[in-house]
């Protein structure tokens, strides 16, 4: 590198430090399993905040109440390897004579918005009027975050944890019983390696659409493997024999099957996990966490138990610490978290304080452990894009709380009674007894303002960056 260029670096870096010191800057993780709504969570963040002139729909949003949100415009950032979010794309599909939701993504894409608003602070006041704020949000797929705890895990761990995982499913077994003959102390010639690999992989995507076994979906990047298709760095898979688990690896020879997994599990890790984590997560100051409660209540109780211990291992990869400008510019941690329930617009309005329960409690252990550090922790249930209506509607003969929307698979309109959402945790038993029927809604061919309809975005918008517009 040139002696210009790494000046240039660093004085961008020093750019950066200063903005996020005087709190010019807030990077947002948003982060939540595929299909939990980021797509639509940033069209519909994005869409509130650049009609911030006449919206009126952010009530709880203080600045804007307060009139102190001038203008909002997408603007250009200077990781300019990273392609931009296809908003207008999403919002076109919304928009569209038949809307289609945005479809899920397979890659990684940036947003990056400055919105100007007047100081409302009476010492800064007087030496500026107006400021901007500088808010960078990133989208990935979902299947990618999964990656994340594996990097606290050693090939031996990992392929531990899969064999107890399989161990409790209750899946198909026909990959295990055939990787159970190779023998692992020995040399595999690489055709075999991926080809086994191959069948593993299969294997696991069709256990994605079966099973809800998240950690089994690892590494992400065997589900969607982007431009790493066909790349060697992904023929590898676990050991699953627990004769060979529980043995002793260190006289292992460098060329047996099992030092060849381990090499390109550990090579995965460095050059693939680790500048994905660096790069877009570790500096971070504001995280939301989305989740489909919907989907842990349709699908009952090893479900509810697989995303709760899914969540718990993803919300430990991230650093979590008090917010002081002086610590975050040289060992940035997010002082902020909102768990949030996506797609609440499927549940009766007077069940959305019974789905923040349920969240809360899905999530006890890790919400107490990141609140001990003193960071800052909300849980609100959500819609990005409000597809529904309440209605009072009759039930089993009883009168009831409804929603009114145009159910995704007939494209007709349905009124559905989704359940009553517990607001605690159940036991096993209990799961049996719950009876929930979620539908997926469409949008609305008759979205009449292109400001899109939300269930509490402002105070979601607030939570995150409310206290910036100072
Ligand atoms: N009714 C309703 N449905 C929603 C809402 N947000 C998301 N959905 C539904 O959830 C689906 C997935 O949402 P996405 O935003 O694509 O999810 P994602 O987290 O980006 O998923 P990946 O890109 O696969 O990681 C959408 O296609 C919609 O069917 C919402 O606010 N209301
Ligand atoms: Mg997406």
Redesign the pocket.
């Known amino acids: 590198m040139s002696d210009k260029s790494s000046i240039k670096r660093v004085l961008y870096k020093v750019e950066q430090l200063v903005e996020r010191g005087i709190d010019k800057r807030v990077r947002i993780a948003v982060t939540?399993l595929?299909?939990?709504?980021?797509?639509?969570?940033i069209t519909s963040l994005m869409n509130q905040l650049l009609h911030i002139a006449d919206n009126d729909q952010l009530p709880f949003l203080r600045a804007a109440k307060e009139g102190r949100i001038l203008a909002t415009k997408v603007s250009s950032y200077d990781e300019l390897h990273i392609p931009e979010f296809k908003y207008k794309q999403s919002l076109d599909a919304i928009f569209d004579k038949k809307p289609t939701?945005?479809v899920?993504?397979t890659g990684i894409s940036q947003a990056q918005l400055d919105i100007r608003y007047t100081i409302k602070n009476e010492w800064l006041k007087k030496l500026q009027k107006q400021s901007q704020l500088t808010v960078d949000i990133i989208d990935y797929?979902?299947e990618w975050l999964l990656d994340l705890p594996l990097l606290r895990l050693s090939f031996k761990d990992w392929s531990m944890q899969c064999h107890e995982l399989l161990e409790q499913s209750e899946l198909d077994s026909s990959w295990r019983e055939q990787a159970v003959e190779l023998i692992y102390q020995q040399p595999l010639q690489d055709d075999k390696i991926a080809q086994v690999s191959t069948e593993y992989k299969d294997f696991i995507r069709q256990n994605f659409s079966q099973q809800h076994t998240y950690n089994l979906l690892q590494p992400g990047r065997f589900i969607l493997p982007g431009e790493l298709a066909g790349a060697p760095v992904l023929d590898f898979f676990p050991v699953l024999d627990i004769d060979i688990l529980n043995s002793d690896w260190s006289t292992l020879s460098s060329d047996s099957l099992i030092r060849i997994l381990e090499k390109r599990f550990n090579y995965y890790k460095k050059q693939i996990i680790e500048p994905f984590f660096k790069e877009y997560f570790e500096k971070v100051d504001r995280q939301i966490l989305?989740v489909d409660c919907l989907e842990v209540l349709n699908n009952g109780y090893q479900n509810y138990r697989n995303m709760q211990f899914t969540l718990s291992e993803l919300l430990k990869s991230f650093h979590y610490g008090h917010s002081n400008w002086i610590k975050r510019m040289f060992s940035p941690s997010i002082d902020k978290l909102l768990i949030a329930a996506?797609?609440a617009?499927?549940v009766p309005p007077e069940q959305h304080r019974e789905l923040e329960l349920f969240l809360q409690k899905m999530l006890q252990g890790s919400r107490n452990d990141i609140q001990y550090e003193g960071i800052e922790l909300e849980t609100l249930a959500i819609?990005?894009?409000?597809?529904?209506e309440a209605v009072m509607a009759e039930h089993q003969a009883q009168k009831l709380m409804c929603v009114k929307g145009v159910e995704?698979s007939s494209g007709d309109e349905v009124i559905n009674y989704p359940g009553k959402i517990a607001p605690h945790s159940l036991s096993k038993e209990l799961w049996q007894e719950q009876q929930y029927d979620f539908v997926?809604?469409a949008i609305p061919g008759n979205l009449t303002s292109s400001i899109l309809p939300h269930i509490r975005m402002d105070k979601v918008l607030q939570f995150l960056i409310g206290d910036k517009f100072r």
């Open positions: 939540g595929s299909g939990a709504g980021k797509t639509a969570f939701w945005p899920s993504t797929p979902g989305l996506t797609k617009d499927h819609s990005a894009i409000k597809v529904t995704l997926d809604f």
